[in-house]
């Protein structure tokens, strides 16, 4: 069993910041890619951004220079510092892992249960 935790969402303003967290526990051998999607209410969900085991990153254009993902492969943890939201940020973020269970010789995507962020005056 592997799961996908995330944390840290919530309501801010806009300008202001807040730090997304995901850990993935359980029967796990390797974590490959990790990513941040979000969906906004009546809107199909899209990738934010993304960071290899190598920890090469890339970014939706909408999110460039604003956010920044990152990982700590000690905690299996994957962090998503969002900086300067704007309204058009607001969705539910839902962490995703391409990992290999300690009971497969293939790699299985797997998701996060998602965390609510609101960007509101």
């Known amino acids: 069993q592997v799961q996908l935790v995330e944390s840290g969402g919530g309501l801010v303003q806009p300008g202001e910041s807040l730090r997304l967290s995901c850990v993935a526990s359980?029967?796990?051998?390797?974590?490959?890619?990790m990513a941040w999607y979000r969906q906004a209410p009546g809107k199909s969900r899209e990738l934010v951004a993304t960071i290899t085991n190598d920890g090469t990153t890339n970014y939706a254009d909408s999110v460039k220079g604003r956010f920044t993902i990152s990982r700590d492969n000690a905690k299996n943890t994957v962090y998503l510092q969002m900086n300067s939201l704007i309204s058009e940020d607001t969705a539910v973020y839902y962490c995703?892992?391409?990992?290999?269970?300690?009971?497969?010789?293939?790699?299985?995507?797997?998701w996060g249960q998602g965390t609510q962020v609101t960007v509101s005056s």
């Open positions: 995703n892992g391409e990992i290999r269970p300690t009971w497969s010789t293939s790699q299985f995507t797997y």
């Open positions: 359980g029967s796990i051998k390797v974590i490959y890619t």
